[in-house]
Nanobody, 117 residues
Framework: QVQLVESGGGLVQPGGSLRLSCAAS????????MAWYRQAPGNQRERVAFISSDRRTNYKDSVKGRFTISRDDVENTVYLQMNSLKPEDTAAYYC???????????WGRGTMVTVSS
């Protein structure tokens, strides 16, 4: 059972950049589709991006061209590079495997991203 720890969040000005990391332990996720989700206050959790085991990627329309998801299966880590950040990107960000979500797996603590001047 893989365990995930998110890090890299913080306070950044509009137009700035952050790189989020998701480190896995307990099992390899090399065969999983890994995804980043976010949840803003009062909103439902939404998927931001995912990357398949063969490195095919998909993004929420509002982050296309600004965010890049990547993975390092040797280090068991998935990343989210966020550029040109906007206030509406403010949220708690979580990573997870789609296969784990489907089977009822849990969520980690997430990492908070705040975009404000």
């Amino acid at each position: 059972q893989v365990q995930l720890v998110e890090s890299g969040g913080g306070l950044v000005q509009p137009g700035g950049s952050l790189r989020l990391s998701c480190a896995a332990s307990g099992a390899s996720f090399s065969d999983y589709t890994m995804a980043w989700y976010r949840q803003a206050p009062g909103n439902q959790r939404e998927r931001v991006a995912f990357i398949s085991s063969d490195r095919r990627t998909n993004y929420k329309d509002s982050v296309k061209g600004r965010f890049t998801i990547s993975r390092d299966d040797v280090e068991n880590t998935v990343y989210l590079q966020m550029n040109s950040l906007k206030p509406e990107d403010t949220a708690a960000y979580y990573c997870n495997a789609l296969e784990s979500i489907v089977s009822g797996g849990g969520w980690g603590r997430g990492t908070m991203v705040t975009v404000s001047s």
